[in-house]
């Protein structure tokens, strides 16, 4: 059985260099362009470099996100970096942008590819269809239980699974919330986590719901680490830990506790989250811990409405307050410098334990069941009976510095040197992985005059590692009557320990990219002209076709998320939402908004699928940037592509699958503190999330028109009709 793999997030060079150190068998990283993680340290091009030679000489693989969708004009860029990451030996590309993927494996068919979470994929047909592409690997979205888990690993694909971490409440790739509320693309890398604001839900009344806190949206981290063996078992092929925004020792921590956790497995050893270590995990980072819809949570615990940020431990309680300073009562230690926060309303305080006072005296810490004095400074004072919390705990930040220092173990060496007189001096030096690295002296060893050299000193000389990964382990040779200079011996030994270390991190060079013209033929079938999405009972269908939500129309929308969907069959007449809807044959399809299609490749992708005669664009693309794609799309196939733009209408900004509270039934909308409202409704265990103000986009040339209808009146739709320029949909 190959050992699962255990991929740690990097944001920067010192976070990649402490998941390495905690034993990690790839990272994740992304370069300051094109990644889901915009405002990560991330890599330019020199420190990705710098990264793929020290995570290659420990084995360890590298994989670099380009998730996010791309616009024409970001194009080529992308190509370049395409490019240079292949040339760099990156082990492997994570990508949602369609066209990108499309363009990648053409291209550079020894790339591997990892379909990213953002593109949406939660089924086994999608797995299907996207491994008859070419994908390398599959990354489940997060809410994909793991009875379906086990149908996509049965497939004999590399299943990648989320299994610590924040939690988005959308599906991911399917989120307009932050692009629609905060002009902020989470689609494009820049989410500004509305999941993470104040909202106040209502009923039909508008009148206040009573909820647990205002924090509706904000679910708790994923924890999965009691559930390494099913996930094994199950046949995943790595295990995600999220956080390339958190800090090295994050990394670490949790990159040490999954290690031994998946270490046991193998061994066969029973293993639990120790109290020590979930004690640990949470004075790092959490929000609550939820085995999330894996494992079939509940919305109580997959839920946090209190707080969105980090909650810590709670430690003591507030006595009194005086002069800048506060009294609290300890249930557990506290060391120096450790993070405080006091909670309070509307904001929480904030402070550190740079001096600890107890009975008069200044301590570098105080136990539990001790009353101590702690500066307090700030507007806000605390008040009696207010929670004391630990959010860092100086001694544990501490310990992982070190151990983040120590790096990982150093690699064992062999050395063999031949010292014939006449002749230049030879070193071999092999590690125990197979590698061995020969260099010789440019001058020959001479026979000794006065004092020989003997094999003591080139023994002591050549067990010198400096500042390299290696320990010289041995050192086997003969130096009869001899005379060779230090330094060229030194300068030897520096040599033969680099040429070891670059065939350790530099593989052999990959077949060069492939030039690859396709030539785009498609259906000649007659379309609308708009297509109207549609629930109200107001609208009358004077068009052709349009689409209605509950099938009862000419054109059907499939469902953005169907777990169960293992082979979409034949399909016709319809919008598909989902990658899993691709595995199977069509008839006169169009591919939905949901695909997230932004550039002409991606356009062209979808319409090389035989029966897809349309695709609905994303609705984050400005007047400038569909021109841009249809002056591409043109120029390189001879004719504008058949693509429809939403123009008018309300979209999901959110789909959260099983909801967001325990008392979703009695909730018609949320509001959030800037007074915008969103229309909630649930259909099919989904829970959805709707945009307060219909978007409106300009028609341009050569697009065609998508409409959302939803509770809008007759005379509504007239005045749409009327200012779109229509006088039918059709």
């Given at each position: 059985?190959?050992?699962?793999?255990?991929?740690?997030?990097?944001?920067?060079?010192?976070?990649?260099?402490?998941?390495?150190?905690?034993?990690?068998?790839?990272?994740?990283?992304?370069?300051?362009?094109?990644?889901?993680?915009?405002?990560?340290?991330?890599?330019?091009?020199?420190?990705?470099?710098?990264?793929?030679?020290?995570?290659?000489?420990?084995?360890?693989?590298?994989?670099?996100?380009?998730?996010?969708?791309?616009?024409?004009?970001?194009?080529?860029?992308?190509?370049?970096?395409?490019?240079?990451?292949?040339?760099?030996?990156?082990?492997?590309?994570?990508?949602?942008?369609?066209?990108?993927?499309?363009?990648?494996?053409?291209?550079?068919?020894?790339?591997?590819?990892?379909?990213?979470?953002?593109?949406?994929?939660?089924?086994?047909?999608?797995?299907?269809?996207?491994?008859?592409?070419?994908?390398?690997?599959?990354?489940?979205?997060?809410?994909?239980?793991?009875?379906?888990?086990?149908?996509?690993?049965?497939?004999?694909?590399?299943?990648?699974?989320?299994?610590?971490?924040?939690?988005?409440?959308?599906?991911?790739?399917?989120?307009?919330?932050?692009?629609?509320?905060?002009?902020?693309?989470?689609?494009?890398?820049?989410?500004?986590?509305?999941?993470?604001?104040?909202?106040?839900?209502?009923?039909?009344?508008?009148?206040?719901?009573?909820?647990?806190?205002?924090?509706?949206?904000?679910?708790?981290?994923?924890?999965?680490?009691?559930?390494?063996?099913?996930l094994i078992s199950a046949g995943v092929t790595s295990l995600k830990i999220e956080g390339r925004m958190k800090r090295p020792e994050y990394v670490w921590l949790i990159t040490h506790i999954m290690k031994e956790a998946i270490d046991a497995y193998y061994d066969h050893r029973k293993y639990r989250l120790a109290s020590d270590d979930e004690k640990s995990l949470m004075l790092m980072f959490n929000r609550g811990f939820t085995e999330g819809h894996a494992f079939h949570a509940e919305v109580s615990e997959r839920m946090n409405h209190i707080r969105p940020n980090h909650m810590g431990?709670?430690?003591?309680?507030?006595?009194?307050?005086?002069?800048?300073?506060?009294?609290?009562?300890?249930?557990?230690?506290?060391?120096?410098?450790?993070?405080?926060?006091?909670?309070?309303?509307?904001?929480?305080?904030?402070?550190?334990?740079?001096?600890?006072?107890?009975?008069?005296?200044?301590?570098?810490?105080?136990?539990?069941?001790?009353?101590?004095?702690?500066?307090?400074?700030?507007?806000?004072?605390?008040?009696?009976?207010?929670?004391?919390?630990?959010?860092?705990?100086?001694?544990?930040?501490?310990?992982?510095?070190?151990?983040?220092?120590?790096?990982?173990?150093?690699?064992?060496?062999?050395?063999?040197?031949?010292?014939?007189?006449?002749?230049?001096?030879?070193?071999?030096?092999?590690?125990?992985?197979?590698?061995?690295?020969?260099?010789?002296?440019?001058?020959?060893?001479?026979?000794?005059?006065?004092?020989?050299?003997?094999?003591?000193?080139?023994?002591?000389?050549?067990?010198?590692?400096?500042?390299?990964?290696?320990?010289?382990?041995?050192?086997?040779?003969?130096?009869?009557?001899?005379?060779?200079?230090?330094?060229?011996?030194?300068?030897?030994?520096?040599?033969?320990?680099?040429?070891?270390?670059?065939?350790?991190?530099?593989?052999?060079?990959?077949?060069?990219?492939?030039?690859?013209?396709?030539?785009?033929?498609?259906?000649?079938?007659?379309?609308?002209?708009?297509?109207?999405?549609?629930?109200?009972?107001?609208?009358?269908?004077?068009?052709?076709?349009?689409?209605?939500?509950?099938?009862?129309?000419?054109?059907?929308?499939?469902?953005?998320?169907?777990?169960?969907?293992?082979?979409?069959?034949?399909?016709?007449?319809?919008?598909?939402?989902?990658?899993?809807?691709?595995?199977?044959?069509?008839?006169?399809?169009?591919?939905?908004?949901?695909?997230?299609?932004?550039?002409?490749?991606?356009?062209?992708?979808?319409?090389?699928?035989?029966?897809?005669?349309?695709?609905?664009?994303?609705?984050?693309?400005?007047?400038?940037?569909?021109?841009?794609?249809?002056?591409?799309?043109?120029?390189?196939?001879?004719?504008?592509?058949?693509?429809?733009?939403?123009?008018?209408?309300?979209?999901?900004?959110?789909?959260?699958?099983?909801?967001?509270?325990?008392?979703?039934?009695?909730?018609?909308?949320?509001?959030?503190?800037?007074?915008?409202?969103?229309?909630?409704?649930?259909?099919?265990?989904?829970?959805?999330?709707?945009?307060?103000?219909?978007?409106?986009?300009?028609?341009?040339?050569?697009?065609?028109?998508?409409?959302?209808?939803?509770?809008?009146?007759?005379?509504?739709?007239?005045?749409?009709?009327?200012?779109?320029?229509?006088?039918?949909?059709?």
């Amino acid at each position: 059985m190959k050992k699962i793999e255990l991929l740690s997030p990097a944001g920067n060079m010192e976070s990649l260099k402490a998941a390495v150190s905690a034993g990690c068998n790839a990272v994740y990283l992304g370069l300051t362009s094109f990644s889901a993680r915009a405002f990560a340290g991330n890599f330019s091009h020199e420190e990705l470099i710098e990264a793929v030679h020290y995570c290659h000489f420990y084995h360890v693989k590298v994989y670099v996100t380009m998730n996010t969708m791309l616009t024409e004009t970001e194009f080529d860029n992308a190509k370049k970096d395409v490019d240079f990451l292949y040339r760099s030996h990156v082990d492997a590309l994570l990508v949602q942008d369609l066209g990108l993927f499309s363009w990648t494996r053409k291209h550079y068919p020894e790339f591997d590819l990892h379909c990213s979470t953002q593109m949406h994929i939660h089924n086994a047909s999608g797995v299907q269809f996207m491994m008859n592409q070419g994908a390398s690997r599959i990354v489940l979205a997060r809410e994909t239980p793991i009875e379906v888990i086990r149908e996509c690993c049965a497939l004999n694909a590399e299943i990648e699974v989320f299994a610590y971490g924040a939690l988005c409440i959308s599906y991911s790739g399917e989120c307009l919330m932050s692009s629609a509320v905060k002009n902020r693309s989470g689609n494009r890398g820049m989410c500004a986590q509305c999941c993470r604001l104040r909202y106040t839900a209502m009923d039909s009344d508008r009148k206040p719901i009573k909820e647990d806190g205002r924090y509706l949206l904000s679910p708790s981290d994923l924890n999965l680490i009691d559930r390494i063996p099913e996930l094994i078992s199950a046949g995943v092929t790595s295990l995600k830990i999220e956080g390339r925004m958190k800090r090295p020792e994050y990394v670490w921590l949790i990159t040490h506790i999954m290690k031994e956790a998946i270490d046991a497995y193998y061994d066969h050893r029973k293993y639990r989250l120790a109290s020590d270590d979930e004690k640990s995990l949470m004075l790092m980072f959490n929000r609550g811990f939820t085995e999330g819809h894996a494992f079939h949570a509940e919305v109580s615990e997959r839920m946090n409405h209190i707080r969105p940020n980090h909650m810590g431990v709670p430690i003591g309680k507030v006595l009194a307050y005086k002069d800048n300073r506060v009294l609290v009562s300890l249930n557990q230690r506290l060391n120096q410098n450790d993070g405080l926060r006091i909670l309070n309303e509307p904001f929480d305080i904030g402070l550190t334990a740079v001096k600890i006072e107890l009975n008069s005296l200044l301590v570098n810490h105080a136990d539990k069941n001790t009353d101590v004095w702690l500066q307090c400074n700030g507007k806000d004072h605390p008040k009696p009976g207010m929670i004391l919390l630990k959010t860092s705990d100086s001694q544990l930040l501490d310990y992982i510095d070190r151990k983040i220092a120590e790096g990982p173990a150093r690699i064992p060496v062999h050395i063999e040197y031949t010292a014939e007189i006449g002749r230049c001096m030879q070193l071999k030096a092999a590690d125990d992985d197979g590698h061995t690295a020969i260099c010789c002296s440019e001058q020959a060893v001479q026979k000794a005059k006065n004092a020989p050299l003997s094999s003591e000193r080139i023994e002591q000389a050549l067990k010198k590692s400096g500042d390299t990964f290696f320990e010289v382990v041995s050192v086997n040779g003969k130096a009869d009557d001899i005379f060779f200079p230090m330094q060229a011996l030194n300068c030897l030994r520096r040599d033969t320990l680099n040429a070891l270390s670059n065939l350790r991190s530099i593989e052999e060079s990959r077949a060069e990219p492939v030039f690859v013209f396709d030539e785009l033929h498609i259906e000649d079938i007659p379309l609308p002209n708009a297509i109207i999405s549609t629930d109200t009972e107001s609208f009358e269908k004077e068009g052709d076709w349009y689409i209605c939500h509950h099938d009862t129309g000419s054109y059907r929308l499939l469902s953005t998320l169907n777990e169960s969907q293992n082979n979409a069959g034949h399909i016709t007449k319809s919008v598909l939402s989902q990658i899993g809807d691709l595995n199977g044959t069509f008839e006169s399809c169009i591919a939905g908004m949901s695909f997230n299609c932004a550039n002409s490749e991606s356009v062209a992708f979808l319409l090389r699928i035989k029966g897809i005669c349309g695709v609905i664009i994303s609705s984050e693309l400005n007047d400038m940037q569909v021109q841009m794609l249809l002056e591409s799309f043109f120029n390189k196939h001879g004719f504008y592509p058949p693509i429809y733009r939403l123009v008018y209408g309300r979209r999901d900004l959110m789909l959260i699958k099983n909801g967001f509270s325990t008392v979703q039934n009695k909730i018609s909308l949320i509001e959030d503190e800037e007074g915008n409202a969103f229309p909630i409704t649930v259909q099919k265990g989904i829970t959805t999330v709707i945009e307060p103000k219909p978007l409106k986009e300009n028609e341009l040339e050569h697009v065609r028109n998508y409409i959302i209808l939803t509770n809008e009146s007759a005379e509504s739709i007239k005045a749409i009709r009327k200012e779109l320029n229509h006088e039918e949909f059709s």
